[in-house]
C-alpha cells in the first residue's frame, strides 16, 4: 500500500524541548515537503527537497530543521527556538522537479504537536 | 513572490445550488494553477489542475491570465463536496514549490 507516513499523530511537548515529527514514503518520489496548517493560514511551506542530500528552506523555516539522508525519509526537528510551534505539520512529496508530476503532491495523515 | 487570495472563509450553500470557489493570484509569469481539498477526516488531496483542463466530481476551473484568477466552480452542489478547499500556484509548469491560499471552507446544507 503505497503513500505517505507521519508519525506520532499527536505530540505534546514541553516549552524549551526539541521533537521531531517522522515522514516516510514509499512511493520512490524525489521530492518532499513539510508544511504547516493552521486555522485561517492556510499552508505555509517550511522546508522542501528536491533530491537526496539536499534541501531548501521554504516560506517560515525558522526554528526547524529538516534531513534528507535517504529517499524515502525527510523528518523535520521542531526547536526550542521555534516561537509557536503549536500547529499541524503536514508532510507531502511529489515525483520531482521539472516533470509535469512535480506539483502533484501526495500528503501524509499530519502530525499534531501542542506546546504546554 | 507569487501570492494566492482565496477571499471567502467560509461558503455555505444549498444542495443543487451552483458553487464558485474565487481564487486570484499574483504572479506575473506562466504559473501553473491547482485546486486541493480535504474532506472531513482525510487527507488534503489533488482536486485539479489547470493544464488538465477536466471536470473531476462535477467542478472545473478555468484559467484566466488577464483577471490573474482560477476560480472553482460546480453547477449543482451535492453534500459530498462539503470539504475545505485550497487554491495552489506553481511559478511554472515542473517547477516544485507550491502557494497556497488560506483555503475556503464549503458547507453544502441538505
Known amino acids: 500500500d503505497g503513500g505517505i507516513t507521519q508519525s506520532p499523530k499527536y505530540l505534546f511537548r514541553k516549552e524549551g524541548q526539541n521533537v521531531t515529527l517522522s515522514c516516510e514514503q514509499n512511493l520512490n518520489h524525489d521530492a518532499m515537503y513539510w508544511y504547516r496548517q493552521d486555522p485561517g493560514q492556510g499552508l505555509r511551506l517550511i522546508y522542501y527537497s528536491q533530491i537526496v542530500n539536499d534541501f531548501q528552506k521554504g516560506d517560515i523555516a525558522e526554528g526547524y530543521s529538516v534531513s534528507r539522508e535517504k529517499k524515502e525519509s525527510f523528518p523535520l526537528t521542531v526547536t526550542s527556538a521555534q516561537k509557536n510551534p503549536t500547529a499541524f505539520y503536514l508532510c507531502?512529496?511529489?515525483?520531482?522537479?521539472?516533470?509535469?508530476?512535480?506539483?502533484?503532491?501526495?500528503f501524509g495523515a499530519g502530525s499534531r504537536l501542542t506546546v504546554l | 513572490a507569487q501570492r494566492v487570495t482565496q477571499p471567502e472563509k467560509l461558503l455555505s450553500v444549498f444542495k443543487g445550488a451552483p458553487v464558485e470557489l474565487k481564487c486570484n493570484y499574483s504572479y506575473s509569469g506562466s504559473p501553473e494553477l491547482f485546486w486541493y481539498v480535504q474532506y472531513s477526516r482525510q487527507r488534503l488531496q489533488l482536486l485539479l489542475r489547470h493544464i488538465s483542463r477536466e471536470s473531476i466530481k462535477g467542478f472545473t476551473a478555468d484559467l484566466n491570465k488577464g483577471e490573474t484568477s482560477f476560480h472553482l466552480k460546480k453547477p449543482f452542489a451535492q453534500e459530498e463536496d462539503s470539504a475545505m478547499y485550497y487554491c495552489a500556484l506553481s511559478r511554472a509548469v515542473g517547477n516544485n514549490r507550491l502557494a497556497f491560499g488560506k483555503g475556503n471552507q464549503v458547507v453544502v446544507i441538505p
Open positions: 507531502a512529496s511529489s515525483t520531482g522537479q521539472f516533470n509535469s508530476g512535480a506539483n502533484v503532491l501526495t
